[in-house]
């Protein structure tokens, strides 16, 4: 993959990853964000959280499946695209949808479990966003920062349990959208089986059986 | 399944004379304006009955009943945002799929515990208030947290109660809609117990209030708002006004309803609005007025309490949700 075929791809997938911005441009200049504008906001912009959430977590098994290696150079983009989706999506809630009402959110941050498990998956991708530079890499060192970036399994799985607990009977989207994160966390499950058979089992070294 | 094929009804019984007469003085007027006119607008129109109805033009009176000082919702916003599952889930999915749902001919049985049980047509239906075709501006708020202002146009409920006499055991009156998966796809996925089913209990459906829709906006109900004939209930959430109505039954028992089979704790069989009673999931206490930016408070009874309160004394309405 050449350096200008990365370029194009990520003007690309730049592109892409605004489609939601654009369409929510487009129907608000053109009148058209339903009766319900505020309502259709939040759905577009959960939604988009949730398929980029998707997207991120499916590179790393896409690379590994295909030997395109080069895939991972877009694994920061999408996340951050996210974490772009889900500020927009709790913006809207606390600015548009209750407006600061400072009472509501504590209401709905204690009594609804929608919004609590919602609530907790963004603030679990905050840290993931501060510390997604080159600079934090090296600075976390890539062990402690994969650790850390763990997190966005957690925040994922909130993420379905969120949409799954907020509608009200037809689950045919959150269900499709669980379908597809268990498969990317099988496989997962997967290529950690598949590095250990290949891999010699560890053993210790040999001089040091020798010295027991 | 209990639901039966309606009888064939000859056509001209179906047609209403009105139509017959418009279409006959259009073929007159398109006739003067050129035969390829005529062939592209008539033409769809007399080979699509239905079509013709779903635009019918109706003579109403308005009711004192009526609620005044509110904006009227926009006929846009009421038309293309719409629960009604049997044409699919999305909030634009009735507008887009049901198109083609056919209203006529229309059956409504109405029966059960009842002297004078009888299958009629929507006409007939409508026929059986004295006063005729009434319309009533009501707001109509969602269990979701937003609300509508419809100017409904139908008769009471208790005109046809009335009619069909029923029986001192008759406590409660049971409403079904249509089944009939092949014209409503929501229907081939069991996102609900189809069909759907509503009830009130006797005096509910007795007030004043309650009325069968067969229009809004001057004109006959279109397909994604229930036509050819609904349930409105002013004072309670707006799942309990059942759609596309086939059959109206009087029960002794308290008969179950669709959402409260769904997930009962969430949905009770009254479902009076009250901003006091949370749903589960949310707060009932504010709601989003469509073509509104800021949420309002959200009225006891939707502001329908000096109406209805006094069906309700001395039950505790957080149990009996």
Known sequence: ?212 | MLIKKSPEVPYSEITKKTDYLSRRSFLTAAGIAGAGLAASKVLPEMLSPELAFASTKLNFKKSDLSTHGEDITPEKDTTTYNNFYEFGTDKDDPSKNAGKFRTSPWSVSIEGLCDKPQKLDVDSVVKLSSNGLEERVYRMRCVEGWSMIIPWIGIPLSAVIKAAQPKPKAKYVAFETIWDPKQMPGQQRQVLDWPYVEGLRMDEAMNQLTILAVGMYGESLPNQDGAPIRLVVPWKYGFKGIKSIVKIKFVEKEPPTTWNRMAPEEYGFYSNVNPNVDHPRWSQATERRIGEFRRRKTLMFNGYADFVASMYNGMDLKKYY
């Open chain 1, 1 to 212: 993959m050449t350096q200008k075929k990365i370029v194009a791809l990520k003007v690309i997938t730049w592109l892409a990853c605004l489609e939601p911005v654009f369409l929510l441009l487009y129907k608000y200049l053109t009148h058209d964000l339903t009766a319900n504008p505020i309502e259709f906001i939040t759905d577009t912009t959960g939604e988009a959280t949730l398929v980029l959430l998707l997207v991120t977590l499916a590179i790393t098994p896409a690379r590994k499946f295909t030997g395109l290696n080069w895939l991972i150079r877009f694994r920061r983009l999408t996340g951050l695209f996210a974490f772009f989706y889900i500020v927009l999506h709790f913006s809207t809630y606390l600015g548009l949808d209750i407006q600061f009402d400072w009472h509501q959110v504590s209401v709905d941050l204690t009594k609804r479990p929608f919004i609590i498990v919602g609530f907790i998956a963004f603030l679990l991708m905050i840290p993931l966003a501060v510390t997604s530079t080159s600079w934090a890499i090296r600075k976390m060192g890539g062990r402690n920062w994969n650790l850390l970036h763990k997190l966005i399994y957690v925040s994922a799985v909130l993420g379905i349990i969120h949409f799954w607990w907020k509608v009200k009977a037809d689950h045919t989207e959150p269900a499709t959208y669980g379908t597809i994160l268990a498969i990317l966390l099988l496989a997962r499950v997967g290529l950690w089986v598949k590095s250990r058979m290949k891999r010699p089992p560890t053993r210790k070294p040999q001089a040091a059986l020798a010295g027991d």
